[in-house]
């Protein structure tokens, strides 16, 4: 399995000709099958693809972590650069995703509904976990055992012309899966990082999970916090954390204190074989 990052919030200092933005695009290779998770929020994940050498018209299936702008934006650029991949997102109520940091300051933070009209015949929506293409699967099963990030408690939904915080009932877990294990890809784990190993634990029991992939919504938290976050993850025995872009720097420095050499920072155009 190889995992490319196409773009993410930290950029390769050693390859400054590829371009950094708040969001994540991997581009997953498994066996003989090209998946991706994600597209940012523009095309500079296109733009990157041809500097890393990889082909968007090969996807096969791209999984939409959920319904924000930093994760979905750069739809419009997928469908351009590949005609036959099925985009899968979670099945969700027509509400409107904002955020809200005060009453004065509201945000659109959602996908381009128009957007996904205009491509209704490539787009597939989710009820429940399973498996949507060979050693690819979509988790909705998410359970509650533990907090969601306080980071959640500025973004909303408009629905029925009601404001109320986001259920994030729009967000899946995406898995990769092998003979060997299996890869954990969070998006943004709004609905907490442990929860989401929870549910590929859950939809997986027994199979050893390789890594956890992606950003962790820490950047509210409190070191203390982030610290038992961090714990808990070691716990697992999970060999490889892999975090960045709304993990937060400072949340991902105190991570790394408790997780030590397991943690990994992302970055754009980092590469990950398994």
Request: with cysteine.
């Amino acid at each position: 399995m190889r995992i490319t990052t196409l773009i993410e919030n930290h950029p390769d200092q050693n390859r400054p000709e590829l371009k950094a933005e708040h969001g994540v695009s991997f581009y997953i290779e498994v066996g003989d099958h090209v998946y991706m998770s994600d597209v940012g929020q523009s095309g500079n994940f296109a733009e990157n693809s041809v500097k890393l050498d990889v082909d968007l018209s090969q996807v096969e299936a791209l999984a939409i972590s959920h319904y924000h702008y930093d994760h979905g934006g750069g739809l419009g650029r997928f469908f351009q650069e590949n005609k036959k991949a099925a985009v899968f997102l979670r099945r969700s109520v027509e509400a409107e995703y904002l955020a809200v940091d005060d009453p004065e300051s509201i945000r659109y933070i959602g996908l381009d509904r128009g957007l996904l009209n205009q491509h209704m015949d490539r787009i597939i929506y989710v009820d429940n976990n399973q498996e949507v293409a060979p050693g690819f699967h979509l988790l909705t099963d998410i359970p509650g055992k533990y907090s969601k990030p306080h980071g959640d408690e500025r973004l909303k939904m408009r629905f029925e012309g009601e404001t109320k915080p986001d259920t994030f009932m729009h967000e899946m877990v995406t898995i990769v899966k092998e003979q060997e294990g299996i890869v954990v890809l969070t998006g943004c784990a709004h609905n907490g990082v442990l929860n989401m190993i929870t549910a590929a634990q859950n939809a997986f029991p027994g199979k050893p999970i390789r890594a956890v992939i992606g950003g962790f919504h820490l950047n509210r938290e409190d070191d203390e916090t982030v610290r038992e976050i961090g714990k808990k993850l070691l716990e697992l025995n999970i060999p490889k954390i892999v975090t960045g872009h709304c993990t937060g720097d400072h949340a991902t420095e105190v991570l790394g204190e408790v997780l030590g050499n397991r943690l990994q920072r992302l970055y754009t155009g980092m590469v990950m074989t398994f």
